[in-house]
């Protein structure tokens, strides 16, 4: 079973975390079953860019992501070449390292 590690964030993981992961599961899947409570203002429906991550290892092991995904993360507040929309990067085999960045660009966070 592959594993994510999350890397230290202040508000989602201050010690950061691994957790396991089911193949097929989104990050946030995994995320949220593990109580990171990655913001994901759009219901996890790619219609937005708050559940953004960077997957610093093994992000070759995702399946490539699509022209809807694309064109969220082109509003993304920090992208890289290496962003992902955690709502739609699928786990693979492949272990994962995953940076939650520091700053969306949500306005509102109704959970805090």
């Known amino acids: 079973m ?9 508000d989602y993981c201050p010690e950061g975390a691994v957790v396991e992961a089911q ?8 995320a949220l079953r593990n109580d990171i409570d990655i913001v994901h203002a759009c ?18 092991s995702l399946e490539p992501s699509d022209e809807l995904e694309d064109d969220m993360l ?5 992208l890289e ?3 992902r929309l955690s709502c739609q990067a699928r786990v693979g085999s492949e272990d994962l390292v995953v940076e939650i960045p520091k700053y969306t ?3 509102v966070n109704e959970s805090h």
Do not use: Y
Request: net charge negative.
């Open 2 to 10: 592959p594993q994510i590690v999350f890397l230290p964030n202040a």
């Open 23 to 30: 193949t097929g599961e989104t990050i946030i899947e995994a």
């Open 43 to 60: 219901e996890m429906s790619c219609a937005c860019t708050t559940c953004h991550v960077i997957v610093r290892e093994g992000f070759d």
């Open 74 to 78: 082109d509003k993304a507040w920090g």
């Open 81 to 83: 070449p290496e962003s």
């Open 105 to 107: 660009i949500n306005q």
